[in-house]
């Protein structure tokens, strides 16, 4: 089965500078991997998602993500970070049982920029 | 575009009563799912559905918790009896596809915050 670790529960920031989350999975063949955003009060967001096409994954606001097989890493990264930004981020991966998508979440991590 | 709307966005009752769970999903989608956060945990799975048609319920906790999409638009999610332990954030999604791929995206709803007391 499909699993996810997110290594950090909480990550603290100042504005301005580099943003790191990191992920790692489990897949028993080549994954589908997902950033989501939730930022208070709103919904999930996708920030950007990974379908084999090329290892480095460019999302939505300055975010990027790399996919690295030998680690089995999906890290999200970010070279600035904006008060904007703080908000919980879930690392994502999709298995199909039975022929149907399905999503297994991280259990999040909580980014707080500071001034 | 509307997006993926759910209906209340909060709701507080007693242990024991029923609550009930709308989700509209984005127009054209044939695939809605159910998601829960309870307090701590990860976002889980509940299940999926095909247009009107149940693919994957795997994920459901219970016979306490009844699903339903009539006529392949929108699903209600209703609880009864509701427990203390069913207190979390429940989220909707769809995807437009067939549901079969990988890579698809899902478009996720805000999400109600049910409290159990």
């Known amino acids: 089965a499909q699993s996810v670790t997110q290594l950090d529960s909480h990550v603290s920031v100042s504005e301005g500078t580099p943003v790191l989350l990191r992920c790692n999975y489990s897949?028993?063949?080549?994954?589908?991997l997902f950033w989501y955003v939730q930022h208070p009060n709103k919904g999930l967001q996708l920030l950007l998602k990974?379908?084999?096409?090329?290892?480095l994954v460019k999302g939505i606001n300055g975010f990027e993500a790399e996919f690295k097989k030998s680690e089995t890493s999906f890290h999200l990264t970010k070279p600035s970070a904006h008060m904007s930004d703080a908000a919980e981020y879930f690392c994502v991966v999709s298995e199909i049982p039975g022929g149907y998508n399905k999503l297994i979440f991280g259990a999040g991590t909580r980014l707080a920029v500071h001034p | 575009e509307a997006g993926v709307t759910q209906f209340p966005s909060h709701s507080v009752i007693e242990k024991g009563q029923t609550v009930t769970l709308r989700c509209d999903p984005i127009s054209g989608h044939d695939n809605l799912y159910w998601y829960r956060r309870v307090m701590g945990k990860e976002i889980k799975f509940l299940l999926h559905?095909?247009?009107?048609?149940?693919?994957?319920e795997s994920g459901m906790p219970n016979n306490r918790f009844l699903a339903e999409r009539t006529g392949g638009t929108y699903s209600t999610l209703k609880v009864q009896p509701a427990e203390l332990e069913d207190s979390g954030v429940y989220f909707c999604a769809s995807s437009p596809g067939t549901g079969a791929s990988l890579w698809e995206t899902q478009y996720f709803g805000p999400g109600t915050r049910l409290l159990v007391l």
């Open positions: 990974y379908t084999s096409a090329a290892t």
């Open positions: 897949s028993s063949y080549s994954p589908s």
């Open positions: 559905f095909v247009k009107e048609s149940k693919q994957d």
